[in-house]
């Protein structure tokens, strides 16, 4: 007979592998890239066809609240907020937010979004969305490659007196990213890695050119 602690396992299982496949079918690329960073790739994942995909969106919220909930419990963080630097996060930490009232109505889980710069006009805020000086936040991003577009969302919101809980990532390319993070004192836990995509990938998807 089925427990439902393994019952409840077995379907976290299952979402997240549905996500696995469909960043599989949808975002992953090999070919020759460029990279953000400037840095030659022959694998590039091009997240925000899955994570602006409805169902994607909701595979992400589903993994990505039961991720947060695990890591905070583990680490004794407190949570009161997720996001990170538009655009790559955007969606990942609404989709994360949206699945928290979906499972935990009680939950007062916030969302918020980084400037690259903060805007000249209205309240000239670089943090938009629900964050206040004094949260714990989770900053979470799309792919990380160098961990630059992370750490910047991170500056910021440490500037603005909030406190970092940990990092979520949906895919870390293995490249560097990870351990740049973590020389900040950041625990940074991802989703997937450049090895589980490849690992039973379908098959060689088409070039994409430049990114």
């Known amino acids: 007979m089925t427990r439902p602690a393994q019952n409840k396992n077995l379907i976290k299982s299952s979402l997240k592998e549905q996500l696995r496949s469909l960043l599989q079918k949808k975002s992953v690329y090999h070919g020759e890239f ?20 409805p169902r994607g969106a909701c595979l992400i919220g589903e993994v990505g609240w039961e991720l947060v909930k695990e890591t905070a419990s583990k680490l004794g963080k407190r949570v009161d907020a997720v996001g990170g630097l538009t655009l790559g996060a955007d969606p990942v930490a609404l989709s994360i937010g949206i699945a928290s009232q979906r499972q935990d109505p009680s939950s007062s889980l916030q969302v918020f979004t980084v400037r690259k710069a903060a805007k000249e006009h209205g309240r ?34 440490e500037e603005a007196g909030g406190q970092i809980a940990f990092v979520i990532v949906l895919v870390d390319r293995e490249e560097g990213g990870r351990g740049n993070i973590e020389k900040r004192g950041h625990t940074v836990v991802p ?21």
């Open 124 to 157: 000239q805020k670089r943090i938009e969305g629900n964050f206040s000086p004094g949260n714990s936040v989770v900053i979470v991003d799309d792919v990380v490659t160098t961990g630059g577009s992370t750490i910047q969302a991170i500056d910021a919101i």
């Open 34 to 53: 460029t990279l953000a960073s400037g840095a030659k790739s022959d694998f590039y994942v091009d997240a925000r066809v899955t994570t602006l995909d």
């Open 191 to 211: 989703i997937f890695t450049r090895s589980d995509l490849i690992k039973a990938d379908g098959g060689q998807r088409p070039k994409l050119g430049a990114a």
